[in-house]
């Protein structure tokens, strides 16, 4: 192990909060927010994974934009990478449930038996 490498006495996501459910409104987009201390290093970057796979390219950033979260649970993580790539933190998990409008309700304009115009 690299031993240069100095941990974060903080590395865990502020929000959402476990088990936080994202309304209607919200798409399936959701904002996270990292704390990290002490301030994250310029070499050192972080990812989100959804589900465990990663949501985006790695960023030295302790905010995170997910968008489009399908309907359902979701597991959310973050992950500390070193300069070389390597996960050397990770936080705990969080649930998060995502609500979506069905395009099977009678008055949403997506749903196929409104098609048809007036």
């Excluded at 949501?55 to 934009?65: D, L, P, R, T």
């Amino acid at each position: 192990m690299d031993v240069s490498f100095r941990g974060y006495t903080r590395f865990f996501i502020q929000s959402p909060s476990n088990e936080e459910t994202l309304p209607t409104g919200q798409a399936g987009n959701l904002a996270v927010r990292l704390a990290i201390e002490p301030q994250l290093r310029p070499e050192h970057k972080v990812r989100v994974t959804v589900d465990g796979a990663p949501s985006q390219s790695a960023m030295n950033s302790s905010v995170f934009m997910v968008p489009g979260l399908e309907r359902g649970k979701h597991v959310i993580q973050a992950e500390l990478l070193d300069a070389s790539g390597r996960v050397r933190q990770t936080t705990e998990p969080r649930v998060v449930y995502v609500q979506r409008a069905s395009v099977n309700l009678p008055r949403n304009p997506n749903n196929p038996a409104n098609a048809g115009g007036g």
